[in-house]
């Protein structure tokens, strides 16, 4: 059975401009135990996902079941196998740390939880602030409490939306350390982040949302293997032929480009020679995940059955 189970998730919002489709038949499983991904632009439907996956907004169709349990018609049974830290800060200021925890445990119905609690004051690095009040925390150690008010109660499914944003290079590796070793001993983790060099280390399985609608879903190699290889990346200050222009990302000086092999980097190279364009710092790298989104967020990467198929792999190769 799957840990978690979206099967056509639509959701409309109405808005003063009319309806918006959030979701558009969404469809996909995670299997217990995965790391699992969920990537997309601003706005591609993450947050409604997950609020739906909750309990926090409802479907408009489809059905979305946590270990066999149906978000609606099973609601505390669900909500029991899921440990969901939002992406917005919400804490009732009066509480110090120990007792927001204290009384998250108390709504699952669990006494004597200290034990328990101190671990996870330990593992995120919040041990000397658990008598501080909720108010006198600081934003990231504000996020270290809303991921451990998500697992006072040891949900076997964790799900995390976008916990590193906006939060210091030192929570992230506690957090992901942290993460690691619950994932590692077992527990299920959907995460949604911005940062995908954080999600090519850390997910084994990938979905891109793009408008409402999964646009990729693979394993993260398969992903990185359906990209274009290698990226020459070099800089100038003259301006690239328009067919190069158009296929590169360009920040300030630096230019980069998909090239499969050393002929594609041969021919670039030549191209902006005879543009009378001067590159420098010239280098190749593997592509990484950012490159695949870009890819599959421009559309580039459409004939790719890897990366643009719905289709888990297993599929794919059957
Ligand atoms: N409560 C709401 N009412 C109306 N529109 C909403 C609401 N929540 C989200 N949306 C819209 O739904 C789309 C998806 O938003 P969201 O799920 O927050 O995306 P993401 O988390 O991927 O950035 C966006 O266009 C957003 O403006
Ligand atoms: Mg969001």
């Known amino acids: 059975m799957p840990a978690v189970s979206f099967q056509n998730v639509s959701k409309s919002y109405r808005t003063a401009r009319g309806e918006l489709q959030a979701l558009k038949g969404v469809s996909f499983d995670i299997e217990p135990g995965e790391f699992f991904g969920l990537l997309g632009p601003n706005g591609a439907g993450k947050t409604t996902l997950i609020s739906?996956?909750?309990?926090?907004?409802?479907a408009s169709s489809?059905?979305?079941r946590v270990h066999g349990h149906d978000v609606r018609q099973d609601y505390a049974a669900a909500r029991r196998h899921l440990g969901v830290v939002p992406q917005e800060l919400v804490f009732d200021p009066f509480f110090s740390v120990r007792e927001t925890l204290?009384?998250?445990?108390g709504y699952f119905g669990i006494r004597h939880n200290d034990a328990w609690i101190d671990e996870l004051l330990d593992g995120l690095g919040l041990a000397d602030k658990a008598g501080a009040n909720m108010r006198q925390l600081s934003g990231g150690m504000k996020r270290r409490v809303l991921v451990a008010q998500a697992l006072v109660h040891k949900p076997p499914v964790i799900v995390l939306d976008e916990p590193t944003a906006g939060v210091d290079v030192e929570l992230r590796q506690t957090l992901w350390q942290f993460v690691s070793q619950l994932n590692r001993q077992g527990s299920t983790v959907l995460l949604t982040t911005h940062y995908l060099e954080e999600a090519?280390?850390?997910?084994?399985?990938?979905?891109?949302l793009?408008?409402?609608?999964?646009?990729?879903?693979?394993?993260?190699?398969d992903l990185?293997?359906?990209?274009?290889?290698?990226?020459?990346?070099?800089?100038?200050?003259?301006?690239?032929?328009?067919?190069l222009a158009a296929q590169a990302r360009v920040t300030g000086r630096v230019v980069q480009l998909p090239a499969q092999n050393a002929l594609d980097v041969e021919r670039i190279l030549a191209r902006v020679r005879e543009a009378g364009a001067t590159a420098e710092d010239i280098e190749i790298r593997k592509a990484d995940l950012e490159d695949v989104f870009l890819e599959v967020m421009t559309g580039a990467a459409a004939s790719t059955a890897a990366v643009a198929s719905p289709l888990p792999t297993e599929e794919l190769k059957a």
Do not use: H, Y
């Open 200 to 208: 090519e280390a850390l997910c084994g399985r990938i979905a891109m």
């Open 210 to 221: 793009k408008q409402g609608q999964v646009v990729a879903l693979a394993t993260t190699s």
């Open 102 to 105: 204290r009384i998250q445990s």
């Open 224 to 243: 990185l293997r359906g990209a274009s290889s290698n990226v020459l990346r070099f800089k100038t200050d003259d301006a690239l032929p328009p067919d």
């Open 62 to 64: 489809g059905a979305v």
């Open 52 to 58: 739906i996956l909750a309990g926090l907004a409802r």
